[in-house]
Each structure stands twice: as C-alpha cells, then as structure tokens.
C-alpha cells in the first residue's frame, strides 16, 4: 500500500472516531458542535502521559480516553437541563474554552536532554512514541483499526444489550423515555461519557500520528464536520458516521478533482442529504430493510 | 399486583388557570374508575400529575401508602403506574416491536445496557412478541407505528402499557378516533388482558365504553370533582348531565 493511500485511510479512521463520538450524541437527541475538545483532551493527555512522562502506549492512550470521558461526563452534569440549540451552543462553548485554554497551557519537562511538552499556542511537539518503538505507518493504520473495531464493537454490544435503545428512545421522545422509568438525565450523562471517551480516543491516537500538536487545530470547523458526517451517512447505524468520513475524506479530500472545491461540494452534499434524507442516507428505516434482508 | 391509590386533595395550576382544585379520589386494588368531563375539566392534567410529568401545587397522591407527589415521571414509573396518552405518543422511528420493548428498559441492571444473553434476549422476544399476538400485531413488529391503522396504534399502545406489568394503569381515550365496531372491540381488549389484577383509571368521552368496563365513575368539571359514585347513579345525577351533557335539570 502506498504512503499517500495509507495516510487518507488512517485519516478516515481517526475522523471515525469524532464522527462516532458525535453520532450518539445525536441518537440521543442532543446537537454537539464541541467534540473536538475531546479529540484535543485526548491528543494532549495522551501526549503527556507518553512522551512527557515516559508511560507505555497503551497506558497513554487509556490515560487520554478515561480523562475524556470523565470530562465529557463531567461537561454533561450541569447541561441536562439543556436541549436543541441552547445545547449546541453549550458544547461549542466549551470546546472553544478548551482550546482557549490550550492556548496558554504550559507544561514541558526535560525529557532525554530536550524540553518535551506543551507549549501554549506554540503546540506540542515531539510525540514520538511510533518513530521509538519503530511502528511503520501501515502498522499505525493497524492499531487505529484496532481501536476503530472496539468502539465499532462496543456499540454493537450496546445494540445487542439494551444501551443503544434507550439512548434512541431519549433522543425521541425523552417525555415519554421519563415516563417509561428511563432516568434521561443519566442516559443523556452516559452517552456523553461515552462520546467523551471516543474523541479522545481518536484524540490519543492522532497525536501519536501526527507527532505535533496546537490548539489552532482543534477549531469549530472540525466540530461542525463531526457532526455533518453522521448527518450525512446516517443515524441507524454506527455505519453511518463512517460512510460520511468517507463522503468527506475519501472522496472529497483525496480525489484531485474535488481537492479545490472541496468544501462547497460538502456544504451542497450536507444541504442535499437533509433535505432528501433529513435522517442521513443509512437512516432507521434503510438500516431495518437491511437487516430484514440480510435476516432472509 | 393491584395497587391502592389515595389522592387527596390535590391541586394543580397554570398561570392563572387552576387545572385541578383539591381533587379527592380513592381506589381499592383492582378497582376501576372510569373519569368523565367536559374538555378542558382537567382529566389529563389529573394522569399527568400522576405520572410525574407535572408536578402539584397542593395535596397528596399515595399508592399503596407511598407518597408520589413530586417524584420523577422515571421513579412513578418503576413504583408501577403505566398510562397511554389521548393523543397517542409512540416511538415513531423505532419499530413496533422496539416500541413496546421501550417498557422492558426500566428497572434492567446496568450489564444489560452492555450486554444480553441469547437467552435473555430470546426469552424477551417471545414474551413481547406473545404480548403483541394478543393485539394482532405481532406480524407488524418490525414495520414502524407510521405504518399502522389508528386503531393498531391505540393498540400498541396499550401493549406497551402492559410490557410494563404496571399495578396502577391510566388510559387516556383508548377509543378515541374510533367507530363503534372498534370501540366495542378495544373494550373486549382491554377487560380481557388489561384490568384483570389491576387497579386502573379509565378517561373516555364514549359512555358505551365507560359503562362496560367502569362500575363506578368520578366526573370532573371545571377542575373539581362534582360527582363520583356507581356508574349508573351518576349518569343519572341532573349535575353531571348539565356540565357534561349540556342537559337542562328536569
């Protein structure tokens, strides 16, 4: 496989995880603009935990995914009694406080004879966990697939358990949820641990990616397009995110043709799918007539 | 289990509007009270305070002794009162069969959200799709409530109500938008499988239905309860009939 192909899978695969992370929140009624701050939590916790204080990869990364979640949820408690756009502007503000905050937040330790660490807007440089440990870039696309099948894998677990039709019940009719002795306030804190917990996952594993990290990256475009990914592939299945990261990234961004005109073509697609399809192109109804045919 | 409910002298207002005035009714387990009144008279805001969804400005509602009265619609729920709604409130994305699932969720421990066993999930399936058999929709399952008859909706509906095994159930105009072959139909239903072992409050504007299936009613008018009694009895009040009926007194 070639450089270039790896490099537009492996993006696909980490913009899955903001996409996902996005995605329940939507099935559970709630619009956010915001989850790249949980990609950033996840890029920097990550970072620190493996290149400031020297912890294996693995623990990294789960360091960056516990502190996501736990912040998602955290996020969550007070803004329960939100809903609609009042939410949506909740979550944007958050994120933009937390990139604010990545902006002055410095915290460097001297590492091997060099000053490692966050820098404030000056970024964060030196996540070299993948260049030590001599992990090809083809071998990386493996462990963000890796990770991408376990959340893939958790939700499936969700939808075979009870988890993803109460989130869906909420995100329909939280009244009635209320009424079928569903706590919508709990449900709505769980899913956002939950998507927390994803974007930083994606977060972690971006920053040992890329090597380099700054707040500028972590803007409100990215947020936007998390959450249009899911709007555009659908919300019946986890499938859908996926299939708008591919829209997005896989045809838009990689095909030369599209290159320059990329955001006008995905501003007209975003505009076209909600209008014909206002749940998505995977929505419930399409993901059911699947299944009844797959069930055959 | 049938439950006792006590309401006591509860009271209810919007803006300036008092939905409910010190409104007093008593139940005995398994029995059945058919509520009338004019619209307006505040028979759904008396479900909706018992179920949690508004909360009372004064008095009490107790089931079985316990005090309900400012709790969460999800606690009312899992203490065992289940209603259906006059105009009908299903999961309009979800299936049929994931409709009437939605009252199974409630008082599962938390591994379920993760995780169930093929057998639970078997075990769930045939007693949901039996439930479903009973209302004729079980070869419905899994289309969506869009794709049902008004009268399959009222019937789903109620099959959700009963997924729930409630002690306390509340429905709401179940004949609502019905003709009279439907009407007599529901009321079979719902003496059949609904109130057997269970105590429950029936609102419904059709006297054929009220009158089959409640031995005694309670009338609301203007928020207070005027009359209340065997259903025969309170027909016949001159009262009642001129605030519901619009009857002059003899």
């Known amino acids: 496989m070639d450089a270039f192909t790896i490099s537009v899978l492996s993006n696909i695969g980490l913009f899955s995880f903001l996409a996902i992370s996005a995605w329940v929140l939507l099935i559970c009624g709630e619009i956010s603009f915001g989850q790249q701050a949980y990609f950033a939590i996840g890029a920097y916790a990550g970072g620190i935990a493996t290149a400031v204080w020297q912890w294996p990869f693995a623990l990294g990364v789960g360091f960056g995914v516990v502190l996501g979640a736990v912040i998602g949820g955290l996020v969550a408690w007070p803004t329960t009694r939100l809903s609609g756009m009042h939410y949506a502007i909740a979550t944007l503000a958050f994120a933009e406080f937390v990139r604010s905050c990545l902006n002055v937040f410095s915290y460097q330790r001297e590492v091997d004879g060099y000053l490692t660490g966050p820098d404030g807007a000056n970024g964060f440089r030196d996540i070299r966990w993948a260049y030590e440990a001599g992990?090809?870039?083809?071998?990386?696309?493996?462990?963000?697939?890796?990770?991408?099948?376990?959340?893939?894998?958790?939700?499936?677990?969700?939808?075979?358990?009870?988890?993803?039709?109460?989130?869906?019940?909420?995100?329909?009719?939280?009244?009635?949820?209320?009424?079928?002795?569903?706590?919508?306030?709990?449900?709505?804190?769980?899913?956002?641990?939950?998507?927390?917990?994803?974007?930083?996952?994606?977060?972690?594993?971006?920053?040992?990616?890329?090597?380099?990290?700054?707040?500028?990256?972590?803007?409100?475009?990215?947020?936007?397009?998390?959450?249009?990914y899911g709007l555009i592939g659908g919300l019946g299945t986890v499938f859908g995110p996926i299939l708008g990261v591919l829209v997005d990234i896989g045809l838009l961004e990689s095909l030369r043709v599209f290159s320059s005109y990329r955001m006008i073509v995905f501003g007209g697609l975003v505009a076209l799918v909600l209008i014909l399809r206002p749940r998505g192109i995977l929505d419930e109804k399409t993901v059911r007539r699947i299944q009844a045919w797959l069930r055959r | 289990m049938a439950a006792a409910v006590e309401i006591q002298g509860l009271s209810c207002r919007?803006?300036?509007?008092?939905?409910?005035?010190?409104?007093?009714?008593?139940?005995?387990?398994?029995?059945?009270?058919?509520?009338?009144?004019?619209?307006?008279?505040?028979?759904?805001?008396?479900?909706?305070?018992?179920?949690?969804?508004?909360?009372?400005?004064?008095?009490?509602?107790?089931?079985?002794?316990?005090?309900?009265?400012?709790?969460?619609?999800?606690?009312?729920?899992?203490?065992?009162?289940?209603?259906?709604?006059?105009?009908?409130?299903?999961?309009?994305?979800?299936?049929?069969?994931?409709?009437?699932r939605a009252a199974r969720h409630a008082c599962a421990?938390?591994?379920?959200?993760?995780?169930?066993?093929?057998?639970?999930?078997?075990?769930?399936?045939?007693?949901?799709?039996?439930?479903?058999?009973?209302?004729?929709?079980?070869?419905?399952?899994?289309?969506?409530?869009?794709?049902?008859?008004?009268?399959?909706?009222?019937?789903?509906?109620?099959?959700?109500?009963?997924?729930?095994?409630?002690?306390?159930?509340?429905?709401?105009?179940?004949?609502?938008?019905?003709?009279?072959?439907?009407?007599?139909?529901?009321?079979?239903?719902?003496?059949?499988?609904?109130?057997?072992?269970?105590?429950?409050?029936?609102?419904?504007?059709?006297?054929?239905?009220?009158?089959?299936?409640?031995?005694?009613?309670?009338?609301?008018?203007?928020?207070?309860?005027?009359?209340?009694?065997?259903?025969?009895?309170?027909?016949?009040?001159?009262?009642?009939?001129?605030?519901?009926?619009?009857?002059?007194?003899c």
Not at chain 1, 153 to 180: F, H, N, S, T, Y
Not at chain 2, 24 to 51: A, C, H, Q, Y
Not at chain 2, 138 to 148: F, R
């Open chain 2, 14 to 100: 919007f803006g300036g509007v008092k939905a409910l005035d010190a409104v007093d009714i008593r139940l005995s387990p398994g029995e059945v009270l058919g509520l009338i009144g004019p619209n307006g008279s505040g028979k759904t805001s008396l479900f909706n305070l018992l179920t949690g969804h508004h909360n009372p400005e004064a008095g009490a509602i107790l089931l079985d002794g316990l005090d309900l009265a400012g709790q969460s619609p999800s606690q009312i729920a899992r203490f065992g009162i289940a209603r259906t709604f006059q105009n009908l409130r299903l999961l309009r994305r979800l299936s049929v069969y994931e409709n009437v």
């Open chain 1, 135 to 228: 992990v090809e870039p083809l071998g990386y696309l493996g462990i963000i697939a890796a990770g991408l099948a376990a959340v893939i894998g958790l939700i499936a677990c969700m939808a075979r358990g009870r988890g993803m039709a109460q989130l869906r019940i909420v995100g329909e009719d939280p009244i009635l949820a209320g009424m079928q002795g569903l706590n919508v306030n709990r449900i709505r804190i769980a899913a956002a641990t939950l998507a927390g917990g994803i974007a930083a996952l994606g977060g972690a594993l971006y920053a040992h990616l890329a090597t380099y990290v700054e707040p500028a990256q972590f803007g409100v475009m990215i947020g936007v397009h998390s959450l249009a």
């Open chain 2, 109 to 249: 421990p938390l591994r379920d959200a993760f995780w169930l066993s093929p057998a639970a999930r078997r075990q769930e399936r045939d007693s949901l799709m039996n439930l479903l058999d009973i209302f004729g929709l079980s070869e419905k399952a899994q289309k969506t409530p869009a794709e049902l008859t008004l009268v399959q909706m009222r019937h789903l509906e109620i099959a959700r109500l009963l997924a729930a095994d409630p002690k306390l159930v509340l429905l709401d105009e179940p004949a609502a938008g019905m003709t009279s072959a439907e009407t007599q139909a529901i009321t079979e239903v719902i003496a059949t499988h609904v109130l057997p072992g269970r105590s429950a409050i029936v609102i419904e504007h059709k006297m054929q239905l009220v009158a089959a299936l409640c031995p005694r009613i309670a009338v609301l008018n203007a928020g207070r309860k005027i009359a209340d009694g065997p259903t025969g009895q309170v027909l016949a009040d001159s009262a009642v009939r001129q605030s519901y009926f619009g009857a002059k007194p």
